[in-house]
């Protein structure tokens, strides 16, 4: 997370992990979700906010979740099901059940044909938002797996040089396993920045920064700025000039994995709600397990041993900042606005649901 979304140390609410994660069951269990995958969904949903990444944590998605809920957008007992499938591949139509349930079991069915035939993935159509990709991802990791997984976010994005949104936010997380160092686990939106970045810079008052956003027609916003109400997201790059052509091509690549690759069409042309898409490789299929784990331990730690550019104090990695994150919070706490304890006292009181969140 960049600075500028960092809950200032001087109004932030440190809640306790266990905490967070029961009063969050509790509101899914409200929800009409059975215990095990209200339980299953708080742990992806509170993984966001252990590791530093507020934009897919409980204060920007929950109250969005409880209102899809309210809405009918998703079905709290989904009966999942396989509609197609080849031994190392399939596709599973979610029954609008909630990405965060449908996800990790989406991920155990290609780690679970990973162990067989080397590789195992499964395209995920007729879904809900999944929350962090890296969590999906990373999954693998305990298995001895490089894991992928991608979705279709909301379609805001622009093509470069374009004036209607052609692709979602559209985020791929890898995660790959070490021996002593922290995993490598990348996760980026293929949008300039995530979609929910600019809700936090709403939230918090910041400005975005160039090339984050176009305006109402389309055309790059490259200055610093507020939050315009109206607004398109760029690619990642921003500008042709910054590479943007770049991540336009992936934002498109994901539309095609997830959402065609799933007979959902893509783009402007979706149907059914949000697709994902999940790779595991089972490592021994290509390289002894534990070298390669030793020959990652040896590339991390020369990453992080790169000299850095003056006026920078390191070098990090995917996933070495989420992890140094997560062993902090856990320890003590995670810091929320008061903004969002304002509305779990709401949704706590309204849904008669114990109050836990004591600041710590």
């Known amino acids: 997370m960049l600075e500028r979304f960092h809950v200032p140390s001087d109004v932030a609410v440190h809640v306790d992990v266990d ?20 339980d299953q969904a708080s742990e992806v ?25 309210g809405e009918g957008g998703i079905n709290p007992t989904p009966k999942p099901k396989i509609i197609r499938e080849m031994p190392a591949a399939a596709t599973l139509d979610c029954d609008k059940g909630h990405g965060l349930v ?19 993935t499964i395209t995920a159509n ?24 991608m979705t279709t976010g909301g379609m805001q994005v622009l093509p470069v040089d374009g004036a209607k949104p052609m692709f979602g936010l559209n985020p ?29 810079a709403k939230r918090l008052g910041v400005d975005v920064a160039p090339g984050w956003i176009a305006d109402a027609d389309g055309v790059p916003i490259m200055e610093e700025s507020p939050v315009p109400d109206e607004f398109f ?15 336009s091509s992936m934002g498109i690549w994901v539309e095609i994995m997830c959402a065609l690759l ?22 021994e299929a290509f390289a002894d397990l534990e070298e390669f784990k030793s020959e990652m331990d040896i590339y991390m730690n020369e990453i992080k041993s790169t000299p850095p550019i003056p006026g920078k104090d390191r070098v990090v990695y995917a996933g070495l900042p989420e ?8 320890a003590n706490g995670i810091p929320y606005h008061p903004e969002v304890i304002d509305w779990f006292r709401g949704i706590t009181g309204e849904l008669d649901i114990p109050w836990r969140l004591t600041n710590n």
């Open 126 to 149: 007729n879904g809900v938002h999944f929350g962090a990709a890296a969590y999906h991802a990373a999954m693998a990791i305990p298995h001895g797996m490089i894991g992928v997984s």
């Open 233 to 247: 997201m760029l690619p990642s790059g921003g500008t042709r000039e910054g590479g943007a052509h770049k991540g």
């Open 45 to 69: 949903l509170v993984y966001a906010d252990i590791r530093g990444i507020e934009t897919h944590g409980v204060s920007n998605m929950l109250r969005r979740y409880v209102e899809s809920f």
């Open 172 to 200: 791929i997380s890898i995660a790959v396993p070490t021996h002593s160092e922290a995993p490598f686990i990348f996760d980026a939106s293929m949008s300039s920045v995530a979609g929910n970045k600019i809700a936090l």
């Open 323 to 330: 992890h140094e994150e997560e062993i902090e919070r856990r």
């Open 102 to 120: 449908v996800g990790p079991m989406a991920m155990n069915m290609a780690i679970e044909r990973a162990k067989i035939y080397g590789i195992g």
């Open 262 to 283: 799933g007979s959902s069409g893509a783009g402007p042309n979706r149907r059914g709600g949000a697709s994902h898409h999940f790779i595991a490789y089972n490592i």
């Open 19 to 38: 905490d967070m994660h029961a009063t969050v069951t509790d509101i899914f269990l409200k929800m009409g979700m059975p215990a095990d995958e209200a």
